[in-house]
């Protein structure tokens, strides 16, 4: 007795050919379209006894997003000869991204941009129909014609589901290695999407798919390189809020190999410099809003929370909430903070350091500048109270505490627990972050010194510092379970 060969033909058009892949949820072949000639793929939904809500849920996707860096669903339906649901898309010839690292092909940053420019562009399109894919990989990232070459395409939104802007998406989906920390913690969202496809620039970067330890190490390194490091450094960045306010910033930041920066203000508005473009997200935004243009734009230079985002352009200080206005002329030094609500700007100076109110008028404070701080990528400062700031370079494991008052601005050295990181205002509060891929240590800064919160054996870009229930600063981890390892004791 033999078994009865399975039907040639899907939905009476579609040649079924070899078999592609297999999931839970079906598996994919490829296929001829015996009218047109057209290689297809068609995916049919055989992982259950149960198919049609995972079918139906996929067709409702797929028949949104209509974008050429996605590949198209051309038809749908149940075969009754089969007894099985399918979807049928357009087939993407080139193989996957997959196979052209598993071959050996080392990506140069060019070709590496257009990857992740390519699927950014999916991304945003993606998101924009209020749907996230939530498997971004290179086993669904597919070379549209040519074998391993551009343009790419995203495909598979199988794991993929539409979520309301606020809304997470609960319950573990997607593949652990590009996984998002927050997503086994709280849930995934479009951010979540992001940091899965800087996983994979870091790949194709390096050459090996990263743990989270080689992640950081990637980021540490390379936050304040280059454009494209530094997007996929955004992109990774393990904070969530901390990421692109929209992956359609970064896809514009990796088409137009751009320089990019991101920030927030006290109210909420996430902001965005990419290039000479500023967009924001507002509070309970859906999607970007363009700021304003400002030619010469290079970077942030308020702290993370601070009232307003200020940018120095053409020799002045442009300030972007709620708009883009100038508010005072911008020192001739490398500026460490520039703060609207204190009327201050703290800069590197060739002697030493100023400080300098909105019209141009400072002081200098005597200082012998560590030599680490002159060829910095980047410098950062945060104001303590009136008259008080700490600042510092990225890397640099001294930092200068120093003041402004009628006597005049004065300035002293410190020795920082570690390499520095960050400085960020959590609760109003100054908070400093320091360390490495293996270990970190997170400090207040206050009128009277510093008070350290805790000591971990962790890179120090997986920290998070909030308010607690009671006031004080906690520390939790970004790429664990969330267990406070310190609190405020100052």
Known sequence: MTSKAPPELVLDRYRVGQRLAAGAAGTVVGAVDTETARAVVVKFFDGSDDNFAAWLGELRLAMRLRHPNIPECVCAGHDPAWDLSVLVFARALGGSL??????????????????????AAAL??????????????????LAATAAGEAPWQLTDFGAGRFLPRGALARGPAGTLMYMAPEVLKIGGDAASDQYSLGVVGVELRTGAAPDRRARSQFRLRHGDGDELDRVISRLIEPDPERRFPGVEAAAAALAGRLACDVTATRDG?????????????RPGGA???????????????????????????DGRLVALSPFARTVGAAPTGRMFIADVERASVWCLEDEGL????????????A????????????LLGIHVGAGQAVLGARGSDELAWVVRDKAGARARLVRAPGPLYDLRRVAGRAVVLCGDEERAV??????QGFAELARVDAPVDTLRVEPGAAGELVVTMLASAPVSVGEDRA
């Open 98 to 119: 997959r196979r052209a690292l598993a071959g050996g092909r080392r990506f140069t940053a060019a070709e590496c941009g257009r990857v992740l420019a390519d699927v």
């Open 124 to 141: 945003a399109h993606a998101h924009a129909q209020g749907v996230i894919h939530r498997d971004v990989k290179p086993e669904n990232i």
């Open 269 to 281: 508005r996430h902001y965005a410099l990419v290039g000479a473009d500023v967009r924001v997200r």
């Open 287 to 313: 999607t970007l809003e363009h700021v304003g243009h400002l030619p010469g734009a290079g970077e942030f230079l308020n702290a993370w929370g601070d009232a307003s985002a200020v940018v120095a352009v």
């Open 354 to 365: 100023g400080e300098h109110d909105l019209d141009g008028v400072g002081a200098r404070a």
């Open 367 to 378: 200082l012998e500048v560590p030599p680490a701080w002159r060829g910095a990528a980047r």
């Open 442 to 447: 997170v400090a207040l800064a206050t009128s």
